[in-house]
């Protein structure tokens, strides 16, 4: 084969697994939310684009075998295929295909309510947390359980490309949860924070200095471009 028709096959080989990637990563405009498998929806609730994961290692020392890590997954939960994902991966978990039928059409109705709820004037921001160390993990509940919105607005924004929001709500992490909410007025000035042609709409926060991790400045960025349903910018 000369080179001139390598190169085309070679074209056409790498533009059908582009199609196939993006086809894969779509499968939330492909498939009915009571089709999507539980590795769907992790995919969608962490790497997709409504869900991004911002991770920092502390290195291994002569006392430690084993770098400290962190990690910080920030989910739009103002985003109705979102809020389908947390729904859907709630009902393939054994506990609620062990409910009754009553049980299950109280949880229905719940989790129907929760998926109709629009967020119209605000941007929520779900940001579930982790670390390789149990007690690493509890240490940090513990640190953003102390937080509070006066003191996150200083320290957390919501950015796009014509400047950053502070946040209006904060929902701190409950007993044995590693997770909290931020929620962001959707405009700046009376025009909307981010547009689909921006380059980025970024997530900003500290995480708290704890252990052998010290403060560090969390940014998580979304891509404006990615984040389209129906020819419609969805934040």
């Not at 990563?25 to 498998?37: G, I, M, V, Y």
């Not at 084993?66 to 009902?91: E, G, M």
């Not at 240490?139 to 014509?162: M, Y």
Request: charged share 25%.
């Amino acid at each position: 084969m000369s080179g001139g028709k390598t190169r085309r096959a070679m074209s056409v080989a790498m533009a059908g697994l582009l199609l196939a990637i993006t086809a894969q990563a779509q499968f939330w405009t492909e498939k009915k939310p009571e089709q999507w498998s539980k590795k769907d929806c992790q995919k969608l609730l962490s790497d997709s684009p409504w869900a991004k994961t911002w991770e920092r290692s502390a290195g291994a020392s002569a006392s430690r075998a084993t770098p400290v890590r962190a990690t910080y997954v920030a989910q739009l939960w103002s985003v109705r295929t979102v809020r389908q994902a947390i729904v859907r991966i709630a009902q393939l978990d054994p506990f609620y295909r062990a409910l009754s039928p009553e049980q299950k059409k109280a949880q229905d109705a719940e989790a129907e309510r929760f998926i109709d709820t629009e967020a119209r004037d605000t941007v929520v921001v779900q940001v579930v947390f982790a670390t390789n160390s149990s007690a690493g993990e509890r240490d940090l509940r513990v640190e953003w359980q102390k937080l509070s919105l006066e003191v996150l607005k200083a320290s957390a924004s919501l950015e796009g490309p014509t400047g950053k929001v502070a946040p209006v709500g904060y929902t701190k992490p409950a007993v044995e949860q590693r997770e909290f909410q931020l929620v962001f007025p959707r405009t700046l000035n009376g025009k909307p924070i981010v547009t689909e042609s921006d380059a980025f709409l970024r997530v900003e926060f500290v995480h708290p200095a704890k252990g052998i991790l010290t403060e560090q400045h969390v940014v998580i960025e979304f891509s404006p471009k990615e984040m389209l349903l129906n020819g419609k910018l969805t934040y």
